[in-house]
Nanobody
Framework: QVQLVESGGGLLQAGGSLRLSCAAS????????MGWFRQAPGKEREFVAA????????LYSNPVKGRFTISRDNAKNTAYLQMNSLKPDDAAVYYC?????????????????WGQGTQVTVSS
């Protein structure tokens, strides 16, 4: 049974930093591209970042480029999202997801496995 479990969300002030973790089990983690998505109330789920199987290739959405960093530790079956200079617009439920083949992608339907999400709240 595949499980992706996010952690690290919370409430913080604008300008602060947070690191999200996604612990994977039940799959060959090093064979999957990992992605982070977010969804704010009343909005569609949007792409945040993705990282290739080896970590050698990454992709970011324009709103987070330069502020967020995606990484992974294949020995720990865990992906991370370091978020700096947080803004109120970054507030959302953050989801990690896993996909096979095709490299890094930014379309939710490309990802087969999803976590339950972790809430990030940013106050102004």
């Amino acid at each position: 049974q595949v499980q992706l479990v996010e952690s690290g969300g919370g409430l913080l002030q604008a300008g602060g930093s947070l690191r999200l973790s996604c612990a994977a089990s039940g799959l060959a983690f090093r064979s999957y591209t990992m992605g982070w998505f977010r969804q704010a109330p009343g909005k569609e789920r949007e792409f945040v970042a993705a990282i290739s199987e080896s970590g050698g290739n990454t992709l970011y959405s324009n709103p987070v480029k330069g502020r967020f960093t995606i990484s992974r530790d294949n020995a720990k079956n865990t992906a991370y999202l370091q978020m700096n200079s947080l803004k109120p617009d970054d507030a959302a439920v953050y989801y990690c997801a896993a996909k096979r083949l095709g490299g890094v992608g930014n379309v939710p339907s490309q990802y087969y496995y999803w976590g339950q999400g972790t809430q990030v709240t940013v106050s102004s």
